[in-house]
């Protein structure tokens, strides 16, 4: 559909921006699946992000990192499938039409990916184009005003394991969206790179996708191309997955961003690609795991050792040997809780079923994550397990899965009714609870 009309910024004033982020569903709501079935999606998603991950973190291949992002930015398919229903998506609009209208689309917002791009007119055109099924039409490049190739062309091929792709050509393109400081009720972004996508393929997706908003570190990424506008400042809020009716989330650059009433802040470690915090334990119930740091991380990564904070994984994942300290923490918790609880390892998770179907979150710990300069993130038992309902058992399944490739993400499931505020000028991130339902 076509949108409104859009003004002009000057790029060196910085600006508030407010997207709306369409609301996830819930993770094990995928339609013509068993819950089992969905799960075990889950699980397939994480493995791959997290080979993904370590790959792009070895120190045997940080010299080809960069090369290898832009070339097969492995956003995995399971997320393309099936579990990009659980994901938040952000209303874009792109391109300058009559009356300096544009062309408004969903796309996923993913802070572990740098490249933006959306299925242009093109992919209609066989035998070398190729599009999936989205509601909107796909964006006519060749009748926006403000569409600019490169010259010489310059293409881009992003490839997701399992099937899924894109591929096309990089351009410029003015991107518009709503403002509320601005004199005007909408900013207008000229000269943005991003994918015009041809050659697309995205098994199972949900309609209203149209492509990939990529918020990581490199020059690529949305945030770095409106750094100085932005101030380099964008937040999130992400609500329950488990909510029936989920509100409005929003995504907040520059001076739109609303401080949470109190926030702790980390440094972020050096990295070329993602967001990296230092992690240095565990806790239930608040109590410290001591889990060595050789047990975190594998000796093959050396300063990007630490936390990946990634919007684009729902569930958490730690190294294999950090998985098993907590497993049995957790195992001797519930040991006081035989008449309540019972374990059932259920496609791939740890959980517990409530043997007497009691009330909701009782007598469930609490998971803490634990950081450099006496930091925590202190989960409520609500982001530290799911509750799921399967063959009349009603479960409480751990929000983190091992990882075989030493690989250490803290998911948005784990990152619900936290505010966080990532600040790529002076290399941090805040973060506050929030009820994010009213305060996103």
Not at 324 to 346: A, G
Not at 385 to 403: R, T, V, Y
Request: net charge positive.
């Amino acid at each position: 559909m076509y949108g409104g009309q859009a003004n002009g910024l000057n790029d060196s004033s910085p600006s508030g921006i407010t997207l709306k982020l369409i609301p996830p569903k819930s993770p094990t709501f995928i339609p013509n699946l068993t819950i089992g079935e969905r799960m075990q999606i889950l699980v397939q998603h994480s493995h791959a992000r997290a080979r993904h991950l370590s790959y792009m973190l070895s120190s045997t291949n940080q010299s080809k990192s960069l090369e290898y992002s832009l070339q097969r930015d492995l956003i995995p398919t399971p997320i393309m499938r099936n579990t990009i229903l659980s994901l938040p998506m952000v209303e874009v609009g792109i391109g300058t039409f009559n009356n300096d209208a544009y062309k408004s689309y969903f796309l996923v917002m993913d802070t572990g990916s740098s490249f933006t791009w959306t299925q242009c007119e093109g992919c209609r055109v066989k035998p070398k184009g190729n599009c999936f099924p989205q509601e909107e039409d796909y964006f006519p490049n060749s009748k926006s005003k403000s569409y600019v190739p490169f010259n010489p062309p310059s293409t881009y091929n992003q490839h997701y394991e399992g099937g899924g792709n894109s591929s096309g050509f990089r351009a410029k393109e003015t991107f518009n969206f709503p403002s509320t400081s601005s004199s005007s009720a909408r900013i207008k972004f000229p000269n943005i790179v991003f994918g015009c996508g041809i050659n697309n393929h995205l098994p199972l997706g949900d309609l209203q996708i149209a492509g990939v908003f990529g918020m990581g570190l490199q020059k690529t990424s949305f945030i770095r191309q409106i750094e100085t506008q932005s101030g380099g400042r964008f937040s999130y809020c992400l609500v329950p997955t488990n909510l029936q009716n989920p509100p409005p989330m929003y995504l907040r650059f520059g001076t739109n961003i609303k401080l949470p009433r109190s926030s702790k802040t980390l440094n972020l470690l050096k990295s070329p690609l993602f967001y990296i915090v230092k992690m240095i334990d565990l806790g239930v119930n608040g109590e410290r795991l001591h889990i060595k740091e050789e047990q975190f991380y594998s000796k093959d990564l050396t300063s990007t050792k630490g936390l990946v904070v990634d919007s684009g994984s729902l569930p958490s994942v730690i190294s294999k040997e950090a998985y098993k300290v907590i497993v049995s923490k957790l195992e001797k918790y519930f040991s006081q809780y035989k008449e309540e609880f019972k374990k059932d390892e259920f496609e791939g998770w740890l959980c517990y079923e409530s043997i007497k179907r009691q009330q909701r979150y009782k007598n469930i710990p609490r998971v803490t994550y634990y950081f450099e300069g006496g930091v925590q993130l202190d989960l409520d038992p609500e982001s530290s397990f799911m509750a799921l309902e399967e063959d009349g058992k009603q479960l409480f399944c751990l929000g983190i899965l091992p990882s075989e490739f030493n690989s250490n993400i803290l998911g948005a499931f784990q990152q619900a009714n936290f505010k966080f505020i990532y600040n790529i000028k002076d290399m941090t991130l805040k973060f506050g609870r929030e009820d994010c339902a009213k305060n996103g």
